[in-house]
């Protein structure tokens, strides 16, 4: 059996600034917005030419629901330099771990973004 995550779920109290956040920063565009439930609007942006989605959920004022995305590359340094050039507020230096380099930011609604080459330390053609 196959199974795969298609998307990642964003809470947000602030739906416009929260999508032009990752229109200007990760190329993701609405592309459906849809009624969840009965309280819910869903609205789901999709990068244009790589399988990365999202769906912004909006929450009231009161509610400190919070996110985390992780966002894998095969490039961190380029990616962080793409980005530190677009001017992303917050944007941290990349760091080095056990699992890789990466950095983050938080969006608008103070989800927590990370952005991670995955590394094997361990491999020996290193």
């Not at 059996?1 to 229109?23: D, G, P, R, V």
């Not at 590359?73 to 990616?79: E, G, K, S, Y």
């Amino acid at each position: 059996m196959h199974m795969s995550i298609n998307h990642a779920l964003i809470y947000t109290n602030c739906e416009q600034e929260t999508s032009s956040f990752y229109a200007q920063y990760l190329n993701l565009e609405v592309q459906q917005i849809i009624k969840f439930n009965t309280e819910q609007n869903w609205r789901i942006l999709k990068h244009k030419e790589l399988e990365l989605s999202i769906i912004l959920v909006q929450v009231n004022q009161q509610a400190n629901q919070k996110s985390t995305i992780i966002i894998n590359t095969d490039d961190c340094i380029l990616a962080y330099c793409k980005l530190k050039g677009l001017g992303l507020p917050g944007i941290t230096s990349p760091e080095y771990s056990q699992l890789g380099v990466s950095f983050s930011c938080f969006d608008p609604a103070g989800n927590h973004i990370i952005v991670i080459e995955e590394r094997k330390y361990s491999d020996p053609q290193i």
